[in-house]
């Protein structure tokens, strides 16, 4: 009964790592391409006031995932700049000064960048926002 399991085992793992499909056509595997990465220059911006007058300096790199998504982004920055600008400047520093605030703020960057530049025009794909700096005063 041993030598059954262990052959049966043994047949089912060349079957599954042989490389082949039933039809002797080899199984391909289709590479991704890397990202592309769109840096975003500084933003100094007020915040939302709390106790006072309060800014935020942030500079960020978009994560795009191909060289056409990435010219899009370039072609079309002083809209991105605008809608960045104006998302920042409606946060308070409370919002955004944690962990958690910031990987909201990177999801509400990537939301306000998901809308065409133009009308009937193509959506930018922006699958991340990474930040390279981030000082609340």
């Known amino acids: 009964m041993a030598a059954l399991v262990v052959a049966f085992g043994g047949g089912a793992a060349w079957f599954f790592t042989r490389g082949k499909s039933d039809d002797g056509a080899e199984h391909k595997v289709a590479k991704a391409e890397p990202p592309e990465y769109v840096p975003i220059d ?3 911006v007020n915040l939302q006031p709390e106790n006072g007058d309060q ?3 942030i500079t960020f790199t978009l994560q795009v995932s191909n060289p056409q998504q990435a010219e899009l982004i370039k ?3 002083p809209k991105v ?3 960045v600008l104006l998302l920042l400047s409606g946060k308070k520093a409370s919002e955004i000064s944690s962990v958690e605030g ?3 703020l990177a999801t509400d960057i ?5 809308q065409p530049f133009v009308d009937k025009g193509e959506a930018p794909l922006v699958s991340d ?3 390279t700096s981030f000082i609340i005063q």
């Not at 990537?110 to 998901?114: E, F, P």
């Open 42 to 44: 500084a933003f100094t």
């Open 55 to 57: 800014y935020l300096q």
């Open 75 to 77: 072609t079309n920055m």
């Open 81 to 83: 700049r605008s809608r």
């Open 102 to 104: 910031k990987h909201q």
């Open 110 to 114: 990537i939301t306000s960048l998901k």
């Open 129 to 131: 926002v990474l930040f």
